[in-house]
């Protein structure tokens, strides 16, 4: 009874966080005057709000058709995993959120971004919502949209300008979706505003951890900016489409025309960042001028790069993957972009400093491992600098994955890993230094000049998570280790054979030249092993024991092949098998996924795996 009364005090307390929040309690679109809170009518009441007319002010102090009360904030929570339909836009003209309701119960795990969303949707012709308070003397508002799903009218869409949203304020989209946007100009947003008039508030957009997909326009097939002030990083930016050839996806109408443009590089706040751009259709990626940066990005598979347009030489492009597209620069006559420290083809070989050279990219290496853009990765492939395009189960966001393949000597021949600033001296960090963190949030290395290039930071831990499972007679035991081996693969038979030689007892190796070496408290073992390139594992037990078989298994990565010394090539994965025999019911702690009887939480250090990460050699 006492933990009862527990678990309805923390869910009570739940959902007092949320009280004095606009709950939106109906799907449907109307503004009418009875119980039910629509999301029109949620925003309605905080324009009202913060009207300069006093009558609107007076006339919501206790709600407004069905909505909040007179303690409300400026959120408006929708449900998870519901659609909200519009026929119409709304108007916006007062700073406020939109996000989805968090998961309430404390028994839970929290959800990862976007796994949850609500999703607003136009069923009429027009955009989702026009950001604009009609004043050019006030400062912008922000607005701010998080965890949704934000869905347009798609190919019946009558909009000229911004086919999602038509922003003219502050406006931040977080862990959302954002699709079938169709305008003539910015098939997401039209960003309106001049920095440089004094008579006009300037908008501006900023992306995060987001995925922008089947938008089209014009020009500006996501972004149509009258200068340009945006902000895209940590997202994926795929098969959108420009309708003219000469346009962009993020498109810039103007340039900056005063003589400040480098601070916005040392701010770091206009550009692209942390991003995987493919799959992209018809006209460029971005037009960058001056004032812009683009920085740890993966662009490849487009019909085209970006264009080039910055002569006064304060627009810098480093530590990114700019390959593989029909056209991966096109330049103006009189540009100077700094494009340094990046993948790159000869034509995006530009104003690069010695310290930071360009690495250029060889004809006749291929590009993704296999013989498809998407799916599962062939990590037998001998050639392909990344794996296809992939979304792991616990992310809406995906990725190419870099490989470090087996042909490679030493870390040094890779073309991407480590390759972020490795010539400079580390005196200044200046233009090309890395993100602190890569597409997925994870953390880059430590040292500015040895990140990896493009969107993804080949991330390895020092520790190891253990692996297992329990079983009953009559079972056998199937679990995965790649869990446990970071982002490394294993290697194959054929490399084992190179290093090692053949097996002393005559047998053929295992990928990731697989060794089993028994625990003191079990020093037999108990059953047999066998382990797949994919590091799928199937553990057969010597007949009906019961008990625990605890071993090691020990195996050879991508990355510990590098060490020296066979003893520090292999890392060790505390593994336990525990078996007994048939009870009739269900046993909740069978994990195909690792841990069993010793708790996926616990974490052991990594065997053998010296300093190798950063070496600057």
């Not at 530590?319 to 009189?334: D, E, K, P, R």
């Not at 390895?460 to 009953?472: C, F, H, S, T």
């Not at 038979?493 to 070496?517: H, N, S, Y």
């Not at 195996?555 to 890392?571: A, H, K, L, M, P």
Request: proline residues 3%; hydrophobic residues 35%.
């Amino acid at each position: 009874m006492l933990k009862r009364s527990i678990a309805f005090a923390l869910l009570a307390a739940a959902g007092h966080a949320y009280s004095a929040d606009i709950q939106v309690t109906t799907t449907i679109d109307e503004d009418v005057d009875n119980t039910v809170c629509s999301l029109r009518e949620a925003v309605e009441l905080l324009n009202k709000r913060n009207s300069s007319n006093s009558t609107d002010v007076d006339s919501v102090k206790e709600g407004y058709h069905g909505c909040g009360s007179k303690d409300i904030t400026s959120n408006i929570i929708l449900e998870r995993d519901k659609e909200y339909i519009l026929n119409k836009k709304i108007l916006i003209t007062a700073p406020l959120t939109i996000t989805t309701a968090g998961n309430d119960s404390p028994f839970e795990e929290n959800d990862q971004p976007g796994a949850h969303n609500a999703t607003i949707k136009m069923v009429g012709t027009e955009r989702l919502f026009q950001i604009d308070d009609g004043s050019t003397e006030k400062a912008s508002f922000s607005v701010y949209l998080n965890n949704l799903n934000l869905l347009g009218a798609g190919s019946k869409s009558n909009v000229t300008i911004g086919g999602l949203i038509l922003n003219h304020e502050g406006l931040i989209i977080q862990n959302s979706r954002l699709t079938d946007g169709y305008a003539n100009e910015g098939g997401v947003i039209y960003n309106q505003g001049l920095l440089t008039q004094t008579d006009q508030t300037a908008g501006s957009v900023r992306i995060v951890n987001s995925l922008i997909q089947n938008n089209k326009a014009n020009q500006g097939g996501v972004i149509y900016s009258e200068q340009p002030l945006y902000f895209i990083t940590q997202s994926v930016v795929r098969d959108n489409e420009v309708g003219l050839a000469s346009g962009s996806l993020f498109y810039s109408q103007s340039k900056f025309n005063d003589e400040s443009t480098g601070q916005y590089l040392s701010r770091r706040a206009i550009g692209l960042s942390n991003s995987t751009i493919f799959h992209n259709k018809v006209g460029f990626i971005a037009n960058i001028y001056d004032g812009m940066f683009v920085n740890n990005i993966t662009m490849i598979k487009n019909d085209k790069g970006l264009f080039l347009d910055a002569p006064q030489g304060n627009a810098a492009i480093s530590n990114s993957v700019l390959v593989g597209n029909t056209i991966n620069c096109q330049a103006n006559a009189t540009d100077k972009t700094i494009i340094q420290s990046n993948l790159v083809t000869t034509e995006c070989d530009r104003n690069a400093s010695s310290k930071l050279p360009n690495i250029l990219y060889p004809a006749n290496e291929k590009l993704i491992a296999g013989t498809t853009d998407e799916g599962v990765c062939d990590v037998t492939s001998k050639d392909g600098l990344f794996c296809p395009f992939s979304t792991p189960k616990d992310s809406f966001l995906g990725f190419f994955k870099p490989r470090l393949l087996e042909s490679y000597k030493t870390l040094a021949d890779s073309l991407i890993i480590n390759k972020g600033r490795l010539y400079s001296d580390g005196s200044s960090t200046g233009l090309a230094r890395c993100e602190t963190f890569d597409q997925r949030g994870k953390r880059r290395s430590g040292y500015d000049e040895l990140c990896d290039l493009g969107a993804i930071e080949y991330i390895l831990n020092n520790e190891i998570a253990p692996v297992g499972q329990d079983i009953r007679y009559g079972q056998v035991a199937t679990f995965s280790i790649l869990g446990s081996l970071s982002e490394a693969d294993l290697v194959t038979p054929t490399t084992c054979k190179r290093l090692f030689g053949e097996r002393a007892d005559g047998k053929e190796w295992q990928p990731g030249c697989l060794k089993v070496i028994q625990n003191k408290d079990t020093p037999v073992s108990k059953g047999s092993l066998t382990l797949d390139q994919n590091g799928n594992v199937i553990y057969t037990p010597n007949g009906n024991w019961h008990g625990a078989d605890i071993f090691s298994i020990q195996v050879v990565t991508s990355v510990t092949r590098f060490n020296e010394g066979v003893d520090f090539q292999y890392i060790s994965i505390p593994t336990t098998i525990s078996q007994a025999p048939l009870s009739g019911i269900e046993d909740k702690s069978v994990s195909a996924g690792g841990g069993g009887s010793v708790g996926s939480g616990v974490l052991f250090g990594l065997l053998g795996l010296i300093a190798l990460r950063r070496f600057k050699s």
